[in-house]
């Protein structure tokens, strides 16, 4: 049952949490912040499955536990059509990990953890490409994380590819679970700014950071990244590589940070289109292959559009 209090009071984010060990699920829940979680704790899979079914359109993040069994387990969810925030829980990062934190803050542990987690699952993601690892040692910074898997999933591309291994998701599935997407960051981002008075604080931008406001070097230093970001978008565009969604969502922040108008990314384009042409013809083929590209353009820009659509908060 859920209770409310009479008590005006900021709503609370409402999290699941699946861990297989029972002294580890209690370890974390002692470190949420109950005052701003509630939190639903689970050592059954098949109960946490129901709880999910009957919930998920209320769930506003799932906290996993990053064991070999993981990869069945988002299977699962996949199957359900259900997409949310996550945060994957793993055992502590390896000594050279612990050491890179000192040396590199916490963005270069961070990398050396999902780094090894990966690796020690034999996979490029688990659940989806917005999910946050980390160990056990930093179950401190928990909340933090909860807070970064929401911004994350945000920013998820509504394209984006949801399972390491094709042949065994139904594309049919698949395609739920993408459309499921789109009305579940709508509902978070509505909840977030309703229902918690965020107002879109997950898309806070620097005006000082806008193309337009850059001294002369750092606007010609910003194109050049996006230059070559949307370069590597356009290589991998008409292949197999599980890496082009998280291209294009790399290209859409940084031109999203910095303001970038869509006329900008079409004058890279064409530049770049420009450059292979010349290419072509001195090797004697023809350019008519670049027009297949114009789709590359057009998801790009959707992808751009949409996220300066949902950064715009709604009228009260």
Request: hydrophobic share 40%.
């Amino acid at each position: 049952m859920y209770h409310s209090t009479s008590t005006p009071q900021r709503p609370k984010l409402s999290i699941g949490v699946f861990l297989e060990s029972e002294p580890l699920t209690q370890s974390l829940s002692q470190r949420l912040d109950h005052d701003r979680h509630a939190v639903t704790l689970m050592t059954s899979g098949n109960d946490f499955f129901a709880f999910v079914e009957q919930e998920k359109q209320r769930l506003d993040c799932l906290i996993l536990h990053g064991t070999p069994a993981l990869l069945q387990f988002a299977h699962r969810l996949h199957g359900q059509a259900t997409l949310l925030p996550a945060v994957v829980i793993t055992a502590a990062a390896s000594p050279d990990a612990e050491h890179a934190s000192e040396s590199s803050q916490t963005v270069s542990l961070e990398t050396a953890i999902v780094a090894q987690a990966i690796d020690h699952l034999g996979l490029e993601f688990a659940y989806h490409t917005a999910e946050v690892w980390i160990t056990t040692e930093q179950f401190n910074t928990i909340g933090d994380s909860i807070e970064r898997a929401i911004n994350q999933f945000l920013h998820l591309s509504p394209t984006c590819r949801l399972s390491n291994t094709l042949s065994t998701v139904d594309l049919a599935t698949n395609m739920t679970a993408q459309n499921f997407l789109m009305l579940q960051q709508r509902r978070l981002s509505d909840k977030l700014k309703e229902r918690l008075g965020y107002l879109s604080v997950y898309y806070k931008r620097n005006p000082r950071n806008f193309f337009r406001y850059m001294p002369a070097a750092q606007r010609e230093e910003t194109l050049e990244q996006l230059r070559s970001e949307y370069r590597e978008i356009v290589l991998h565009y008409f292949g197999e590589d599980s890496t082009l969604n998280q291209l294009i969502d790399e290209f859409v922040n940084s031109a999203f940070f910095a303001d970038i108008a869509t006329s900008q990314v079409v004058e890279i384009h064409m530049d770049l289109m420009d450059e292979f042409a010349k290419q072509l013809k001195l090797e004697g083929r023809s350019d008519d292959i670049l027009l297949d590209y114009r789709l590359t353009l057009i998801d790009t820009i959707a992808h751009l559009c949409e996220m300066y659509r949902r950064s715009v908060p709604r009228e009260a």
